[in-house]
């Protein structure tokens, strides 16, 4: 993809993400800023999470902004930390639309990130089902551990939500988060600990 005078980088198909996702899984630390020029099908094929790497260090800082633009056709198969990114140490997702099926068999599995740590997910949406067989899920993220409070802010979560500790918004946290203007009309199945 394209940069803009800022060194944003202009993503507008699927390919392109594809590659910018690659660019941030072998960026330890990766920065690099983002935003989509338009929806992206990602047609249902199996989908490896945006920042993939475990430690806070590694993981992805930069800002991703989706215009409002919608992500369709969401697969994600995984174990933990699963979503449309992985894990997320002081990054911004924001103003972007997702729709699909995250599924992992551990913790952090969320629709838009799997973990958050110290970072901003402001105007996102996801829609579609998230699942795991027992673990920390949420429709927005999947928790939020060590590392930082969040802020989630006017999110929407309007996927189903299977799994242990499971919640609309975000499934389980250490941390005293900021969580302001959301709401959820997805369907939430949890074992423990678990509610809209």
């Known amino acids: 993809p394209g940069k803009d005078e800022e060194g944003v980088y ?3 198909t699927a390919a392109e993400l594809a590659w910018f996702r690659s660019h941030v899984n072998n960026t330890a630390g990766c920065e690099s800023g983002a ?3 338009a929806d992206i ?3 249902d094929h199996n989908w490896k999470p945006i920042s993939t790497q475990l430690g806070i260090a590694a993981m992805y800082k930069g800002t991703f902004d989706g215009q409002f633009h919608t992500i369709s056709g969401l697969s994600v198969n995984g174990t933990t930390y699963q979503g449309l990114f992985g ?3 002081g990054a911004t997702i924001k103003n972007l639309l997702v729709e699909g099926s995250v599924r992992g068999s551990g913790n952090y599995v969320g629709g838009i990130v799997g ?3 110290n970072a901003t997910i402001e105007n996102c949406s996801f829609s579609g ?7 920390y899920i949420g429709g927005i993220t999947g928790g939020n551990p060590n590392g930082g409070a969040s802020t989630i802010r006017a999110c929407v979560n309007n996927a189903t939500v ?9 499934g389980y946290s250490t941390q ?5 203007d959301c709401y959820n009309t997805g369907s939430i199945n949890g074992s423990t600990r678990s509610g809209g």
């Open 10 to 12: 202009q993503i507008g």
């Open 35 to 37: 935003v989509l020029t």
């Open 41 to 43: 099908d990602l047609g």
């Open 87 to 89: 894990s997320i140490y």
């Open 115 to 117: 973990s958050t740590r």
């Open 129 to 135: 089902k998230v699942e795991t067989i027992n673990g």
């Open 162 to 170: 299977i799994g242990g500790t499971a919640g609309g918004i975000i």
């Open 176 to 180: 005293a988060n900021s969580i302001k």
